[in-house]
Nanobody, 124 residues
Framework: QFALVESGGGLVQPGGSLRLSCAPS????????IGWFRQAPGKEREGVSFISSDGRRTEYGDSVKGRFIISQDKAKNMVYLQMNNLKFEDTGTYYC?????????????????WGQGIQVTVSS
């Protein structure tokens, strides 16, 4: 077990941007796939994006394609989620998680370590 710590959330107006960070503690970011998931009030948790352990494969949920960018910084041992053109429906608690399935997946069953979550609120 190791910890994942999210940061960078907050309140932003529609059309604005935020960058979320995920810091795995005690494990190299390039040894596991990292995924971002979110949960809005009253809704199930959904996959937002993931990046493979080698950083070569990235995938995005349909609702964020073209607006969000996931990236990996091996030197800093961090994974980032750049969120642009934010919409009201992007509001929710965002979680980063790690998977031993190195190619990555949106299947949450393959993610064994989860962060505590961080709030993102898009509001005018």
């Amino acid at each position: 077990q190791f910890a994942l710590v999210e940061s960078g959330g907050g309140l932003v107006q529609p059309g604005g941007s935020l960058r979320l960070s995920c810091a795995p503690s005690g494990v190299a970011v390039n040894s596991r796939a990292i995924g971002w998931f979110r949960q809005a009030p009253g809704k199930e948790r959904e996959g937002v994006s993931f990046i493979s352990s080698d950083g070569r494969r990235t995938e995005y949920g349909d609702s964020v394609k073209g607006r969000f960018i996931i990236s990996q910084d091996k030197a800093k041992n961090m994974v980032y989620l750049q969120m642009n053109n934010l919409k009201f429906e992007d509001t929710g608690t965002y979680y980063c998680a790690s998977s031993a399935l190195k190619i990555g997946t949106f299947d949450q069953r393959f993610y064994g370590n989860w962060g505590q979550g961080i709030q993102v609120t898009v509001s005018s």
